[in-house]
């Protein structure tokens, strides 16, 4: 028992703290400076997603002003994963035949996107979270293309959220926040 009250005491008084850390009582405005892709929606999905993070977390203050949160969406992406021709053409025969067109059976949608804090108008910028980005898979197969456009648009929506609250927690220093390699 001895030891273990011990070992505790000096865990918790190990000084660790994040690079980034803010201070437990600052609180960020947010705004959208930049979004560099067609989808004005996704642009406002990543600051809707920072704000909810930022207000879970405690450090959201209300309108604009200083210091805030400055978010620029840099880019989004759609890979193909997998391929077919539609099951209702797989027996038909003829080049000219459009209903053979191979389609996609899923595509992974990706946005990339940074933020930084701005103490006060025109001042430097703190805290770059650098490039992050959030990505899903998507199963499109055999839907018509107007049902993969609104399947797209959710989810990039989906995704841009969730990219915002990335970003907002690695604004105030929280050291968990990685996209890594996986999705």
Same mark, same amino acid.
């Given at each position: 028992?001895?030891h273990?009250? !011990?070992?505790l005491?000096?865990?918790?008084g190990?000084g660790y703290? #994040?690079?980034?850390?803010? /201070?437990?009582?600052?609180? !960020?405005?947010?705004?959208l $400076?930049?979004?560099a892709?067609?989808?004005?929606?996704?642009?406002?999905?990543?600051?809707? &997603? #920072?704000r909810?993070?930022?207000?879970?977390? &405690? #450090?959201?203050?209300p309108?604009?002003?200083y210091?805030r949160?400055e978010?620029e969406?840099?880019?989004?992406?759609?890979?193909?994963?997998g391929?077919?021709?539609?099951?209702?053409? %797989?027996?038909?025969? @003829?080049?000219?035949d $459009?209903?053979?067109?191979?389609? #996609?059976r899923g +595509?992974?949608?990706a946005?990339?996107?940074?933020?930084?804090v701005?103490?006060? %108008?025109? &001042?430097?910028?703190?805290?770059?979270?650098? /490039?992050?980005?959030?990505? /899903?898979? +998507?199963?499109?197969? @055999?839907?018509?293309?107007?049902?993969?456009?609104?399947?797209h648009?959710?989810?990039?929506?989906?995704?841009? %959220?969730r !990219? =915002?609250?990335?970003?907002?927690?690695?604004?105030? =220093? /929280?050291p968990?926040?990685?996209e890594? !390699? &996986?999705?």
């Amino acid at each position: 028992m001895k030891h273990a009250s !011990l070992a505790l005491l000096l865990l918790s008084g190990c000084g660790y703290r #994040a690079l980034n850390a803010t /201070d437990a009582s600052e609180r !960020l405005h947010v705004t959208l $400076v930049r979004v560099a892709i067609p989808s004005g929606a996704a642009g406002q999905e990543v600051l809707t &997603g #920072a704000r909810e993070e930022l207000a879970r977390l &405690g #450090a959201l203050a209300p309108g604009d002003g200083y210091p805030r949160l400055e978010i620029e969406v840099t880019g989004a992406s759609e890979t193909s994963e997998g391929v077919e021709v539609p099951a209702a053409a %797989r027996n038909q025969t @003829g080049p000219e035949d $459009v209903t053979r067109t191979p389609v #996609a059976r899923g +595509v992974d949608v990706a946005v990339v996107a940074h933020a930084w804090v701005v103490r006060e %108008r025109g &001042g430097p910028r703190e805290r770059d979270t650098g /490039d992050l980005r959030a990505s /899903d898979l +998507v199963s499109v197969g @055999g839907a018509d293309p107007v049902t993969s456009e609104f399947v797209h648009e959710d989810s990039l929506r989906v995704v841009a %959220r969730r !990219l =915002g609250h990335k970003l907002a927690a690695r604004a105030v =220093g /929280d050291p968990t926040v990685s996209e890594g !390699l &996986g999705r």
